[in-house]
């Protein structure tokens, strides 16, 4: 349902805009494809959220991996299952009732929880890079650098300034009028394209995605690289091949979930424009918001002996347990 104009005060006019509902077109608004992208979507969702609570439960009951770098795991499992918990169940319900509108505080929880724990996945794979750094060129001093206070300390600060961050953009948009064209063409509600529905001026918005979001995005990454920069150099001073594989296999699952979600966000907030249809950024968006928190329990499972070790263990209690 779209605003019209009319003679109502900007009191009232500001009271009508907080009752208003988007439109999320979704991934397809052929009927015959709801069942499809239903199935497909709920099949994403289990499987996602099933495989992040195994990596928290499995660390949680394996006292091996009470360590920084799982500490941090277990940490990006939950943020996980939180970001594709913000969207995917709202998908869901929409299919099955066949109405595609969220309400305006609807859309404006989503747009805060997906900027907060989008930050989080941001900030945690830096600080697991980082936890890889010290482990390989600063052994000795390891358990001093990172100690629980240490640890304790990363997370505590990253989840503040990613709710400082989130809480800005929220309230910045929540000043916002819209009287015009209220369809998103994602299946969430996402700051881009909500910023291009309103008749408001939006420059403040966007200095602000520009200015924070960009140091957001740009100083962990640049930490991430200068990390694995140290890495690689002090690898190659490593006489043995066998050594150099060793230590290579440590950082190989992080590295793959780096590329997976750098690369997601790529596609879809820094996609040439002349290349940036309404299908493509969607397809996108599904990368970013539900394959790549689905994929990295299964990578960090297949590819680290100890996670497969915990996993084993856990299913065997439960086997124990259900036996009794």
């Known amino acids: 349902m779209g605003l019209t104009q009319s003679d109502e005060s900007p009191m009232e006019s500001r009271n009508h805009t907080r009752a208003f509902e988007f439109i999320l077109l979704g991934l397809s608004s052929q009927p015959d494809r709801q069942e499809l992208v239903f199935g497909l979507f709920l099949a994403m969702y289990l499987v996602g959220a099933a495989g992040n609570l195994l990596i928290i439960l499995a660390i949680g009951s394996d006292a091996h991996l009470h360590t920084p770098m799982y500490f941090f795991l277990s940490n990006l499992s939950l943020v996980d299952f939180c970001f594709i918990s913000a969207t995917v169940p709202k998908m869901l319900v929409n299919i099955q009732t066949q109405t595609q509108s969220i309400s305006y505080s609807g859309c ?24 890889r750094y010290v482990a390989i060129c600063h052994p000795l001093h390891y358990s001093s650098k990172m100690s629980l206070h240490v640890c304790a300390l990363m997370l505590g600060s990253s989840w503040f300034i990613a709710s400082l961050h989130s809480l800005l953009h929220t309230l910045l948009m929540a000043r ?9 063409p994602y299946f969430f509600c996402d700051l881009i394209p909500l910023l291009q529905l309103s008749c408001s001026n939006t420059q403040l918005n966007q200095l602000m995605i520009l200015l924070l979001g960009g ?5 962990p990454f640049l930490g991430i690289l200068v990390s694995y920069t140290c890495i690689v150099s002090a690898v190659l001073r490593v006489p043995s091949a066998r050594g150099k594989q060793k230590v290579f296999s440590t950082c190989g699952s992080h590295l793959t979930v780096v590329i997976l979600f750098y690369g997601t966000i790529t596609g879809v907030y820094l996609s040439p424009s002349s290349s940036h249809s309404p299908d493509k950024a969607s397809l996108a968006s599904v990368l970013y918001m539900v394959v790549t928190p689905m994929l990295n329990p299964f ?3 297949l590819r680290n002996k100890d996670m497969k070790g915990a996993l084993r263990k856990l299913f065997n209690l439960k086997a124990l347990f259900c036996g009794l």
């Open 108 to 131: 404006l929880a989503q747009i805060y929880f997906c900027i907060l724990l989008a930050n989080m996945d941001n900030f945690l794979l830096t600080a697991m890079a980082y936890d």
């Open 176 to 184: 916002l009028d819209f009287c015009a064209s209220n369809v998103i």
């Open 215 to 219: 140091t957001i995005v740009l100083m």
């Open 299 to 301: 990578i960090y499972c």
